[in-house]
C-alpha cells in the first residue's frame, strides 16, 4: 500500500480492498514510528482522522466517491482546518485551534479524503531548510544531517519517507519545488490565483500559492484536480472553466520545445546536479522534444526584489500576530506597548523578526521608493523576460536547486546563502508563473535532484504531461530512501 | 488688523450597506459586542478581504452628485499601525488612488440675519473608500480593556475638502449641506449620535492674503453644534496664542464637549509611519463607463438642483429653497401638498417651515412621523384659499389634525370654523358695530385712521372670527367711510 499511486489506492479502497479506516490507521502508526526521528508532521490528530476516515468508509460503501475518497493526506500547518491546531511552525500559534477551514481543506473535505495530520514547516513559511520551525527541525529521510528544505520541509519529508499517500505545500518562493527536489519527490505550485489562499495563513500574498506535493506527476494532477478553482472569498482567485488536470498525461511529447535559460546553468550549480539535469533533458531529447536556447537577463535580480517585496507584505500580513484576539500574549507586561514588544519578540522567531525588520525598513517613508516601487518595477521585467521566452518554447527546464540537501546547521549563519538555494524557484512566483519540480536522478553521495519544469500561464496539466513522459521512462520518483523500511 | 479663519474638512460617512466593506457581517448598530464580527473581521490566520460591491456604488454615487471625476481604476492600500481596536494591525484604505477625484459643493450660509444666505462653492479634494475600526472599551470592566469588533470593516467614505471654509459657520454649512446630500442620495443614514456622520477639521489662521498658518486638525466631532463650537475655540485660541507671541505647532487635538476646549492628543512628531503600500489582497478596482452611467441614471434629482427649481419657478427665497430641501423626505412632502394646492408656494413653505416643523420639534419627530399628510395639509391650505376658513382657524384645523386626527373637512364642520360669506350679514353686523361707536367714528372720519383696526377687531369678535377678514376689511372701510 505504501508505494501504491494515489490511483491504485482509489482503486483498492472503492474495491473494499482496504478501508480507509485501515489505511489510516498504517499510515498513523507509521507516523507513531518515524515522526520521533523525522519530525516531518507538527500535530496528529488520530481522533479526527480516524472520524474522517469512517466517513469515507461510509461513502466508499454508497459508492459516492471522488478520486481521493478514503485516501489519507497530509496538511502542511499553514493551512486552517477546523478543529486542528494550526501553527504555521511558530510558537505565536502553538496553542491555536482554527475555527474554520482554508478553501484547500474544504476541497479535501469534498472530495472525502482524510487528513492524517498538519506537517512541520519554517515558522510562518519563512525558510529554505525547515530549521526556522518552532517545532524543531525535519531530518531529511535520505541522510539524517541533512536538511529536508523549506519551507513545507516537513511534506516533502513525510511523502519521501512513505508517512502519507500525499499531501499539500505553499510556495512563495519555492517552497514547495525546493523540499521536493530535496527529498525526491514531486511537487507543483500551480500559476498564481489557480487555487484560492483562504484561509492559508498569508506569509507575501502576492506571491503565496498552494499546491500538491506527491511522488508522481500523475498524483500530483490528481491532488490539483481535486484544489483547484474558483473561490469568491480570494479576490485573486481565478475566476475559470474547471479542468482536467489528467487530461494531458499520456499525450505523446513530439515536437515539445524545451526552452533551457543559459542563466540557469552557471558555475553555481553543482557538478552531480548538472550532470543530472542534462542527462534527463537527454531523456526528453528521446522522446521527441527539442532544445531553444533562451535568456531570462533579468532572472539574476530575482532573490534582491524578492527579498524586499516578500518582507515588505509579511510585515504587514503578520501585524495581526499582536496577542489581542489569539495566539501567544506574553505573560508580563507595564502597558500595551510593552504587551506588543513582549509577545511579538517572544512569539516569533529570529527568521520571522528579521523578515518583519527588513519589510518594516523598504516600506518606511523614504524609503518607499527607492526599495518596494523599484523593487516592483523589476518584478515586471522579469515576468517580461519569461512572456518573450514563452514566445520560443513551451517549457522551461533546469534545475530546481544549485545543490542537493544541505547540511542541518549549514546555513544557519548566512541568512544570504540560505536565500540562495531558492534562487532558480523565485522568478516564477515573481511572475505568477507556474513552476514544478520532479526527481532526477541523485547525488554521487546519494541524495536527490530535481529537475524544475516552468510552464505558460495555466499550462498545468501541459507541465503534468511533460512530467508524467518522463516518469513513464525514469524511476527516480519511486525510490524510497534506503533507510526507510516501506 | 484682522485673522482670517481657513478650515478644511474631513468627513467619515458610513455607507448604507447591509453588510461590511470586505465581509459577510451585519453593520447594525447597538449589536451586544462582538456578536456581528467574522472570521474576517477579527483577522484570523488566514481571512482575505472581500470587497463589498454596495460600498463602491455608494462612492460612486457620491462622486457623481459633487460633479467629481470617478477614478476608472483606484487602488486599496493597507495603513498600519498597531491598536487593539485594529484587528488586522493595518486599516486597508485607498491613498494616493481614491475612488473620487475632485469635486464641489455649493452651500447657503446663513449670515445671521433672519433668513437671510449667502452663496458659496467648497471644493472638494477627494474621497475614498475605507474600512471602519472596532471599538476600545475602557469603562466597562475594572481595570481592564475591552474590544468591540462590531464596527470593525463598517465601510466608510471619507470625504475632504479643500481649505475653503472662512469661519465654523462656512464649516457647519459645508457640513450640514454634506449631510443632507449623503442622505438624500440614500448613501448613509446620516445618524450622528451613531457615529454615522463624524467630522474631522483642521483649522488655522492667518493675515487675510498671506500664506496658510500651521493646522490643527480636531477629531471625531459629531455634531453640528460641537463641530462650530470646536472650530470658534479653536480659532481664539489660535488667534490669542499668536497675538501672545506663541507659535502654532502642527497637532492633533480633542474637543472636550464638556469643558468646550480643544486640547491636543498628538504632536507632528508623535507622527506615525503608516508604511502605506497596496494591499496584495485586493485587486485594483476598476470602473467602467457602463456602471457610471447606469447609477447616473438612478440618483435622484439633487438638492441643489432642485433648490434653483424652487427659486426660478416658485419665487422662493433662497434660505426657504435651502431649507425645504434640507432631506428629500421635506422636499417630497413640500411638493406633494403644494401638488394639492398649485401656485401657493409660499404659503406651503410657510406652513412647512412654521407649523409643522415647530410641532415636530417639539416632539423630536422627523418629516416621515410626521402625523399629517401633505394631502390633509394641503386640504386645510385649499380652504384658506378659497375663503372657507381664516388663517386662525386653520391653525384650530391643523392642531386638531394634528392631535386627534382625521379630516380638515369634517374639524371646519364640526368645529364651525367656516368664514361667514353671507355680505348681508356681515354688512347688518358693521353697521351695528359703526352704529354703537358714534365717537370713534367720528375720530376715524377726522383722520385718525389707526382705528380702522379697533373696528376690525370688533368685527371679527362679533363673527366669532368666521369673517373672512378681506371681505370684512373691504365692507369695514367702505361703510366707514360713510
Not at chain 1, 527607492?370 to 521566452?389: C, G, H, P, S, T
Not at chain 1, 540562495?420 to 526527481?439: F, K
Amino acid at each position: 500500500m505504501l508505494t501504491s499511486s494515489l490511483s491504485q489506492l482509489g482503486a483498492a479502497l472503492r474495491s473494499k480492498k482496504i478501508s480507509s479506516v485501515e489505511l489510516t490507521q498504517l499510515y498513523l502508526k507509521r507516523i507513531a514510528a518515524l515522526n520521533p526521528e523525522l519530525n516531518a508532521y507538527i500535530t496528529v490528530n488520530e481522533e479526527l482522522s480516524l472520524q474522517q476516515a469512517r466517513a469515507a468508509d461510509t461513502q466508499l460503501a454508497l459508492s459516492h466517491t471522488h478520486a481521493l475518497t478514503g485516501i489519507p493526506i497530509a496538511q502542511k500547518d499553514i493551512f486552517c482546518a477546523k478543529g486542528w491546531r494550526t501553527t504555521c511552525g511558530s510558537k505565536m500559534l502553538s496553542n491555536f485551534i482554527a475555527p474554520y477551514d482554508a478553501h484547500v481543506i474544504e476541497q479535501f473535505n469534498r472530495a472525502g479524503a482524510v487528513n492524517l495530520g498538519k506537517t512541520n514547516m519554517d515558522e510562518f513559511a519563512m525558510g529554505s531548510s525547515n530549521e526556522t520551525s518552532f517545532f524543531g527541525k525535519v531530518k531529511n529521510p535520505w541522510n539524517r544531517n541533512s536538511v529536508p528544505g523549506g519551507s513545507s520541509g516537513g511534506s516533502a519529508a513525510a511523502i519521501s519517507a512513505r508517512m502519507c499517500a500525499a499531501a499539500t505545500g505553499t510556495d512563495t518562493g519555492g517552497s514547495i519545488r525546493q523540499p521536493a527536489a530535496l527529498c525526491g519527490i514531486s511537487g507543483l505550485k500551480p500559476t498564481y490565483g489557480v487555487i484560492s489562499r483562504y484561509g492559508m495563513v498569508a506569509f507575501a500574498s502576492s506571491l503565496d500559492q498552494a499546491g500538491p506535493m506527491a511522488r508522481s506527476a500523475e498524483d500530483l494532477s490528481l491532488l490539483l484536480n481535486a484544489m483547484a478553482g474558483f473561490d469568491a472569498r480570494d479576490s485573486t482567485s481565478l475566476q475559470r472553466e474547471p479542468e482536467d488536470y489528467t487530461r494531458n498525461l499520456n499525450t505523446p511529447l513530439n515536437g515539445l520545445r524545451i526552452g533551457l535559460p543559459k542563466e540557469f546553468f552557471t558555475e553555481g550549480v553543482h557538478s552531480d546536479v548538472a550532470n543530472a539535469i542534462e542527462s534527463a533533458i537527454a531523456e526528453y531529447k528521446k522522446l521527441g522534444a527539442r532544445i531553444v536556447d533562451i535568456h531570462l537577463p533579468n532572472s539574476s535580480l530575482s532573490v534582491p526584489v524578492y527579498y524586499v517585496l516578500a518582507p515588505a507584505e509579511a510585515s504587514s500580513n503578520l501585524s495581526r500576530f499582536d496577542g489581542v484576539r489569539y495566539g501567544y500574549r506574553a505573560s508580563g507586561y507595564a502597558n500595551l506597548a510593552e504587551m506588543y514588544e513582549k509577545s511579538r519578540a517572544q512569539g516569533f522567531g529570529a527568521e520571522v523578526k528579521r523578515r518583519i525588520m527588513i519589510g518594516t525598513y523598504v516600506l518606511s517613508h523614504g524609503y518607499y521608493d527607492a526599495y518596494y516601487l523599484q523593487a516592483q518595477k523589476i518584478r515586471r521585467l522579469i515576468a517580461q523576460d519569461f512572456v518573450e521566452a514563452f514566445k520560443q518554447c513551451d517549457v522551461i527546464m533546469g534545475p530546481t536547486t544549485p545543490t542537493t540537501a544541505f547540511n542541518l546547521g549549514e546555513k544557519n549563519d548566512d541568512p544570504v546563502q540560505m536565500y540562495l538555494s531558492d534562487i532558480y524557484t523565485i522568478a516564477v512566483n515573481l511572475a505568477g508563473l507556474p513552476g514544478m519540480s520532479i526527481p532526477a536522478g541523485f547525488s554521487n553521495n546519494g541524495l536527490p535532484i530535481g529537475l524544475q519544469i516552468i510552464g505558460n500561464y495555466f499550462e498545468e496539466a501541459r507541465m503534468l504531461n511533460v512530467a508524467h513522459q518522463y516518469q513513464q521512462v525514469a524511476d527516480w520518483h519511486t525510490r524510497s530512501p534506503q533507510h526507510i523500511e516501506v | 488688523m484682522h485673522w482670517e479663519i481657513v478650515i478644511g474638512l474631513e468627513v467619515h460617512v458610513q455607507l448604507s450597506t447591509c453588510s461590511k466593506i470586505f465581509s459577510g457581517a451585519p453593520t447594525a448598530f447597538g449589536a451586544e459586542p462582538n456578536t456581528q464580527a467574522c472570521a474576517i473581521d477579527l483577522a484570523l490566520p488566514g481571512v482575505l478581504p472581500m470587497l463589498n460591491r454596495g460600498a463602491v456604488e455608494r462612492a460612486i454615487k457620491f462622486g457623481l452628485s459633487v460633479g467629481a471625476h470617478i477614478a476608472p481604476r483606484s487602488v486599496f492600500s493597507r495603513k498600519n499601525y498597531f491598536y487593539p481596536d485594529l484587528p488586522k494591525g493595518y486599516q486597508i484604505s485607498q491613498f494616493d488612488l481614491p475612488i473620487v477625484g475632485q469635486g464641489s459643493l455649493t452651500i447657503q450660509v446663513p449670515t445671521g440675519t433672519n433668513g437671510q444666505t449667502y452663496e458659496k462653492t467648497v471644493r472638494i479634494t477627494r474621497a475614498h473608500l475605507e474600512e471602519d475600526a472596532g471599538k476600545s472599551l475602557h469603562e466597562d470592566i475594572q481595570g481592564l480593556t475591552g474590544i468591540d469588533l462590531n464596527r470593525a470593516g463598517t465601510p466608510l467614505l471619507e470625504i475632504v475638502s479643500e481649505p475653503d471654509m472662512r469661519s465654523a459657520a462656512e464649516a457647519v454649512s459645508y457640513a450640514r449641506m454634506l449631510h443632507t446630500l449623503v442622505r438624500w442620495i440614500g448613501i448613509c443614514d446620516g445618524n450622528m449620535q451613531e457615529g454615522s456622520f463624524r467630522c474631522d477639521a483642521n483649522v488655522s489662521i492667518r493675515r487675510p492674503g498671506k500664506e496658510l498658518g500651521t493646522r490643527r486638525e480636531i477629531k471625531n466631532l459629531n455634531s453640528f453644534r460641537f463641530l462650530q463650537q470646536a472650530i470658534e475655540y479653536e480659532a481664539q485660541w489660535q488667534i490669542d496664542t499668536l497675538e501672545g507671541g506663541g507659535s502654532i505647532q502642527q497637532a492633533t487635538v480633542l474637543f472636550d464637549t464638556e469643558k468646550g476646549e480643544t486640547r491636543s492628543m498628538r504632536s507632528k512628531e508623535d507622527a506615525q509611519d503608516y508604511r502605506y503600500f497596496p494591499d496584495p489582497d485586493l485587486l485594483p478596482v476598476v470602473i467602467d463607463d457602463e456602471w457610471i452611467e447606469q447609477i447616473r441614471s438612478s440618483l435622484p434629482e439633487l438638492p441643489l438642483s432642485k433648490q434653483a427649481h424652487y427659486t426660478a419657478d416658485f419665487g422662493l427665497s433662497a434660505y426657504d429653497a435651502n431649507t425645504l430641501t434640507s432631506s428629500r423626505e421635506m422636499a417630497d412632502f413640500f411638493e406633494a401638498t403644494l401638488n394639492e394646492v398649485p401656485n401657493e408656494a409660499k404659503l406651503c413653505a410657510n406652513w412647512l417651515m412654521g407649523d409643522i416643523n415647530a410641532s415636530l420639534n417639539r416632539q423630536s419627530l422627523d418629516i416621515t412621523q410626521c402625523p399629517i399628510s401633505p394631502r390633509q395639509l394641503g386640504c386645510i391650505l385649499k380652504r384658506i384659499v378659497d375663503g372657507t376658513i381664516s388663517s386662525t382657524a386653520a391653525k384650530e384645523v391643523f392642531k386638531t389634525l394634528w392631535s386627534e386626527g382625521g379630516e380638515p373637512d369634517a374639524i371646519i364642520d364640526t368645529k364651525g370654523l367656516k368664514q361667514m360669506s353671507d355680505t348681508g350679514a356681515m354688512e347688518a353686523m358693521i353697521e351695528e358695530i359703526i352704529a354703537s361707536n358714534p365717537s370713534q367714528v367720528a375720530e376715524y372720519r377726522n383722520g385718525k385712521e389707526k382705528l380702522f383696526g379697533f373696528f376690525a377687531g370688533l368685527a371679527m369678535k362679533a363673527s366669532k372670527g368666521k369673517a373672512n377678514p378681506a371681505q370684512m376689511n373691504e365692507i369695514l372701510k367702505r361703510k366707514l367711510a360713510g
